[in-house]
Structure formats: C-alpha cells, structure tokens
C-alpha cells in the first residue's frame, strides 16, 4: 500500500486513514506535500492535508462536507471537535442520554 | 437463466418459497412466534405489525408483503378486535391464489388452542406450497435487488458504497431492477441526482423527495446520523450522504417509487421513504430492517447491506448479503459479512472486482443457497406507521405509463 490515506478528489482539503495512524507519523499524500499526523487517529477518520481557517469549508469528494468551527493544521484530525454540517446539527450518545 | 425460481400466478419468480406467519396487533405476536418457532421449519418466518390502530401504509405494505415473489403461503394471527383489516388482506392474498388461513384468537378459545390451529394451518399450507410449487427459469430481468447502507463510517463512502453502485450498474445492464433509498441520506446530493433523472418529471420528483426529507428530519431535530457513525470518522450529515449516494452508481434513475409500489419496468429506481404530508408519526424509518421491509414491499428478492461499524442483521422473506468497507470489522466479525470490500482499502482489490464478486453471490444467493444472516437465524423484521400518498404515474417510466 503506497500511502496511509487517500486523497479522494483533487479538490479535497482533507485526506481519509486507509489504516490507523500513530501520532508523529509521517504521511505522504499523492501530489502535495508531505503531512505529519498530530495524533493517533482511527481507520475512516480524516486529516487536514493543508491549514483550515476557522469558517472554512471542508472538502471531501470534492464537494463540501461542512465548515471548521476551529483552526486545524496539516495533519490535525479533522472532525466533530473542529467542524460542523452546514446542514443540521450531529447527535452523538453525550447529547441524547441522561448524562452529558 | 441465473437460477431456478418459484413461479407466481402474477408472473413474478421468487428465489425462495417461505411461509409467513403475520400477526396484526402486538396482542397476537407471542402466538405468532411459537408457532414460527415450533413448526421447526427454517422456511416458515415471522412478520407482523405491533399497532392497533388502523393504518392505510402498514396494510397496502402488508398486502404486498404477503404476495411477495418469494412469500408462497401466508398465516394471518389476530387477537380479533384489533383495527387491522384482516379480512381485506386474506382477499388480497387469496386473490393471489397463494394458500392463506386466519387464526382469531378470540375466536379459537386463548393461547393455547390458537398456537394448535396456527401450526395446523401452516403445516397444512406448506404441504400444499410443496406440492403445487412450479420452478421456472429465473433470469436477470425477473431480479429486483435493493440496497441500504447501515453502521456507516468513514470507509463506507471510498469502498463498501461505491463497490454496490458497480454492482447496481453491472445489474442493471444484465436487465435487473434495482433501487436505492434513503433519501434522508441523500441530502445535498440532490442536484447530480436530479440529472441523472430520465424525464424532467422523475427530476422533479427526485428534488422534491430530497427536500421533504430535509424538511421532515429537521422536524425530528436529527438528521440521520448515528452516534456510531460520528465514532466511525463521519462529521457531518452531508459527508454521510455524499458516501451513501454512491450506492446507486452511474445509470439513469428511471422512476421514483413509494413503499409497496412494484417497479413496472427494469432499471434504477428512487425510493421515496420519507412521508407525505406534516410529519406525524415520528421517524421515518426507526431502524435499519424498517428500511429493508420497504425495499422488499417494493418487490426486492434480495437486500445488498453495506456496512462500516458491522451491522449483524438480516430478515424475513428475502435474504440480505453484508458488506463491510471496514477491513477492520471483516477481521472482528467475519462470520456476520458476505463480502470484504474493505480490501480496497488495503491494496488487496479494486473496486470492480468486488463489484463483480457482489454480483456473483447474487445469483448464488438466487440459487438458494443461504447468506451469512440467514444461515446465522437472522429474520428480523420491523413495520410501523406511516402516511404515504400515492406516487403520481409521472414518477414511472414514460413506457409504463403507456401501458
């Protein structure tokens, strides 16, 4: 396997871990530079192949998956921490059950 | 010719030839299961609806349920004083010239002797089903696969999902029928959808069935989007619905079709589940299997479920092959998944080839041979209420509507 991720179109902004990757990994991506990831991160999830303003869309598919609600670097894991849909909100079971 | 089917007195060809034991109220459901699970027969499966009001949707899914290609003989249990029309749906089934008896269970004297009529009913039906049966050649044009994705996460979208959508184009070239649903998961994706529409008719309908799903799932204050999904690296309602529409491949959308409306011709069709009118009875569909239960009212032989997280499921009447994107969860739970596309992910496959693989267990699957839910015992099945107006003949292909 040539690389730990995939970059899914040309357009994209973030990468997704074709495995788990470890914290200071060195990750190449095809056709731009090379990313270190910031922390371990799960099989599916994804990084920010470039810096993500805050407000920023983020790419995937080439279309638009959301917007950052933080700043990430190159290879920060980008998800439900840093992003949200610009669609409708996500539930997760912290905000559906008793306890937060 | 991919297999031998069962031939029905409408012309429809089923890949297997079960008997459904339905209970029409919660009331009559302990009744219904000791009799599925005392007739000891493999081939005899329990369906039902819990409610006891009546429901124009839960009975025209019921009737097409019941005269489902793979359905030979039917077994209505009823407690007797519940609002399901059980005498309009033993005509329907009747009319269909499939063997079908009711056990009132008021009426036959309690638990006892109601369990004692209905297993004397369903071995007397399955005799006759033995023998009257008539096999006949089952051909790529007599198949209508369905497909769902459930427990997605972020390798549904890059392997599982886009591995079904070159199945669905490989099927739908052979001449099969094949439908992809839901549309709650489809929003934002409706304007590549929409052109793909063979009519500026079925375009039409194809929006308008995104955006009541927006609509709807915003009255439900959640899209659809698991907590599995967000742990699975999904982030957002539309980074899963760009994943899931890829599950419908590349081919013209020929129609938009409603549960418990039979595609009339071949090709790929939308499946509207989202209901019509204000939202009324909840979530649209509550679980996995209540989707599956729609694609089979819809005249589905076989389910193709895609998953991530790892989903064990299956279901009554018409088996459903699994498969998992996650390489990971083939390894964890290999016994559960028909098909690994996560070996995409490892370099081990290309997408066409596990498309092909999926296509070729399908016409095993049509053979009789069982998958890995139905050999496991998996026969969920789930029916709540919704309302549905009916689908306007625009929705249909232009060569349908000729008819």
């Known amino acids: 396997m040539s690389s730990a991720v995939i970059l899914l179109h040309a357009d994209d902004n973030v990468v997704v871990c074709r495995r788990a990757v470890t914290a200071g990994e060195r990750i190449s991506i095809e056709g731009s530079a090379d990313i270190i990831a910031r922390k371990n991160v799960e099989i599916g999830h994804k990084l920010a192949r470039f810096a993500l303003p805050q407000f920023s869309k983020v790419i995937k598919y080439g279309a638009p998956i959301g917007s950052m609600t933080e700043s990430a670097e190159p ?5 439900l921490h840093n992003m949200k849909s610009d669609y409708m909100s996500a539930h997760t079971r912290a905000v559906t059950g008793d306890e937060p | 010719m991919i297999a031998n089917g069962y031939l029905r007195n409408d012309g429809r060809k089923g890949i297997r030839n079960v008997l459904i034991v339905t209970y029409l109220v919660e009331c009559a459901h302990h009744v219904a299961r000791r009799i599925v699970e005392m007739s000891g027969d493999s081939q005899v499966h329990l369906v039902g609806f819990p409610g006891c009001y009546p429901n124009d949707y839960a009975l025209r899914m019921m009737k ?66 033995d023998g009257a049966v008539v096999r006949t050649p089952f051909y790529f044009s007599d198949l209508v696969v369905g497909t769902i994705c459930g427990g997605s996460d972020g390798t549904s979208g890059i392997t599982a999902n886009p591995a079904v959508g070159r199945a669905f184009d490989r099927l739908v070239t052979a001449g099969a029928t094949c439908i992809f649903e839901e549309t709650g998961e489809m929003i934002g994706c409706e304007g590549p959808m929409g052109e793909r529409a063979t009519s500026p008719e079925i375009a039409a309908a194809i929006r ?39 599950k419908s491949g590349h081919m013209p959308i020929v129609g938009v079709i409603k549960p418990a409306e039979i595609p009339p011709s071949p090709g ?24 599956i239960v729609e694609l089979m009212a819809c005249g589905a032989h076989v ?71 139905e050999e496991l015992g998996h026969r969920e099945f789930i029916l709540t209420y919704k309302t549905f107006e009916p689908s306007a003949p625009s929705c249909f292909p232009r060569s349908a509507q000729l008819r």
């Not at chain 2, 004297?109 to 039906?125: F, K, N, P």
């Not at chain 2, 693989?357 to 839910?373: D, R, W």
């Open chain 1, 75 to 79: 290879g920060d894991w980008v998800h």
């Open chain 2, 64 to 129: 097409a349920l019941a005269t489902h290609p793979n359905v030979g003989g039917v077994v209505l249990l009823s407690l007797g004083c519940e609002g399901f029309n059980r005498e309009d749906l033993a005509k329907h089934v009747a009319g269909s010239g499939r063997g079908i008896d009711t056990v009132v269970i008021q009426q036959s004297g309690g638990t006892r002797s109601a369990i004692e009529h209905g297993l004397a009913a369903v071995r007397r039906i399955k005799a006759q089903m």
């Open chain 2, 208 to 246: 308008a069935s995104i955006a009541k799903a927006e609509t709807y799932y915003r009255a439900m204050g959640f899209g659809s989007f698991a907590p599995g999904n967000a742990e699975g690296g999904l982030s957002s309602q539309e980074e899963k619905s760009a994943g899931a529409y890829v």
């Open chain 2, 268 to 291: 790929l069709y939308l499946l509207d589940i989202v209901p019509d009118g204000a939202p009324k009875f909840g979530f649209p569909n509550i679980s996995d299997n209540a989707e």
């Open chain 2, 303 to 373: 389910t193709l479920f895609t998953t991530g997280r790892g989903s064990v499921v299956g279901s009554a009447i018409a088996p459903v092959i699994k498969v998992t994107g996650n390489p990971d969860t083939f390894r964890r739970m290999s016994e559960d998944m028909d098909i690994n596309a996560g070996r995409v992910l490892e370099g081990l496959a290309d997408l066409d080839q596990v498309a092909d693989e999926i296509v070729e267990l399908i016409k095993i699957t049509a053979t009789g041979a069982e998958t890995k839910s």
